[in-house]
């Protein structure tokens, strides 16, 4: 058995150093974040104007849930078992709303699904065997949606275009080559730019790919971007591509106008662990990051559009395993098995709720608004965890 093997299985990031942050006794034990500035940040515990409880727990997969996406109608979730599993997303009141939902596999890799993001009519799905997946959806039936396999990226006349090149061979081990256009380790999370022309990934092998979503073709790779996996995508409306490797740094990618590439225009370093997780607030100002540590770093963009850290959330005890930004609020999971639901207003950020109710880390999560009036506004979460559950939460801010 494998150092991976024993000591990654609740965590599931790419570094092997991650696994000890998250047990150890207190916070006040552990060296705050480096430097991080706290005035501009004054955090109040849960108040009492926001109401939350589970609608509903969704079985069906037998392993951790690992991603979670909304295609229109309906919830996908993809599972450490291969599967990619179909939910209706009617408003639910009940868990009897769901007892119908028994048939809704829609597709089988070939290896643990990391991470998915829909495209129209189209699901990219990335897999612990190296590879993305292309599933063209079919719509034609309102209440099931049925998927085809399309493509496997890096694409076969991608592989022999470049094979018999020897400038496109990269060296991946002592006496072992491949092309460029291959990830060699596990591809942890994608990405679409803002106008879906290109898709990004990254992976435990430390590279950034970038791939035209219109005949699939691999057009970039940043080899050896970091010095340990990538974890941790997120991608900005004005171009700028955000990683997080659980060496603990976050980069910053662009490519400028007239140029061939992305180059590095920044390293951001705060975290004393590996990164987990990116999110960026909707109109791209603030970026987001958990990482093992503890902490959620927000970091915000300042003179010459260079993102500084203004504060820490802190809260949870256990690493930060997923964030996610929901219309104005935060969401972040953890491997203490709870997800906190942060505001923030005006330099202030509130935990407006904790979800319990998981009995293993929360490994994924996403959400949207359900209603909005000038009463109240209602949202709705969906958490995945390594208890193999998703659960529905319905959250009402007054």
């Given at each position: ?227 340990d996996a990538i974890n941790a995508l997120a991608l900005s409306n004005d171009g700028d591509v955000y990683t997080g490797s659980a060496d603990k740094k976050i980069k910053v990618w ?15 370093e705060r975290h004393n662990s590996g990164i987990n997780a990116l999110a960026l607030s909707l109109d791209g100002s603030v970026l987001y990051s958990g990482a093992s540590d503890r902490?959620i770093v927000v970091w915000k963009k300042g003179d010459g559009n260079v993102m500084v850290v203004v504060g820490a959330l802190r809260g949870h005890t256990k690493s930060i395993l ?77």
């Open positions: 058995m494998s150092w991976h093997q024993i000591f990654q299985p609740d965590y599931d990031s790419g570094s092997h150093s991650n696994c000890f942050q998250s047990d150890l006794p207190s916070l006040c034990s552990q060296p705050s974040l480096i430097s991080v500035p706290t005035p501009e940040i004054h955090q109040q515990e849960h108040i009492s104007n926001a109401h939350h409880h589970c609608v509903a727990t969704l079985k069906g997969h037998t392993s951790y849930i690992s991603s979670l996406t909304f295609a229109g109608k309906f919830l996908l979730t993809g599972s450490s078992d291969r599967e990619i599993r179909s939910w209706k997303r009617n408003p639910l009141s009940s868990e009897s709303d769901y007892q119908d939902l028994t048939n809704n596999l829609v597709a089988v890799g070939k290896g643990a699904v990391k991470s998915l993001v829909v495209l129209a009519d189209r699901l990219f799905s990335a897999h612990q065997d190296h590879k993305i997946r292309v599933w063209r959806i079919n719509n034609d039936d309102p209440n099931h949606q049925k998927y085809t396999h399309l493509a496997t990226l890096p694409t076969l006349g991608d592989r022999v275009f470049k094979l018999f090149m020897p400038k496109n061979q990269v060296q991946i081990r002592r006496h072992k080559k491949c092309t460029w256009v291959h990830h060699v380790d596990t591809v942890s999370s994608l990405a679409l730019s803002t106008d879906k022309n290109l898709l990004y990934s990254v992976s435990w092998d430390r590279t950034l790919k970038i791939w035209r979503t219109s005949d699939f073709k691999c057009l970039e790779s940043v080899t050896n971007a970091y010095d662009k490519k400028d106008p007239g140029e061939k590439k992305h180059s590095l225009i920044a390293t951001m902490f997923c964030l996610a930004v929901v219309s104005h609020m935060v969401c972040s999971g953890s491997a203490d098995k709870t997800v906190r639901i942060w505001r923030g207003f005006d330099g202030t950020y509130s935990c407006l709720a904790i979800l319990e109710g998981h009995t293993g880390p929360v490994k994924c999560l996403t959400g949207a608004v359900e209603h909005c009036n000038p009463c109240n506004t209602s949202y709705v979460v969906y958490t995945g965890s390594l208890d193999c559950d998703i659960k529905v939460w319905k959250i009402t801010v007054l």
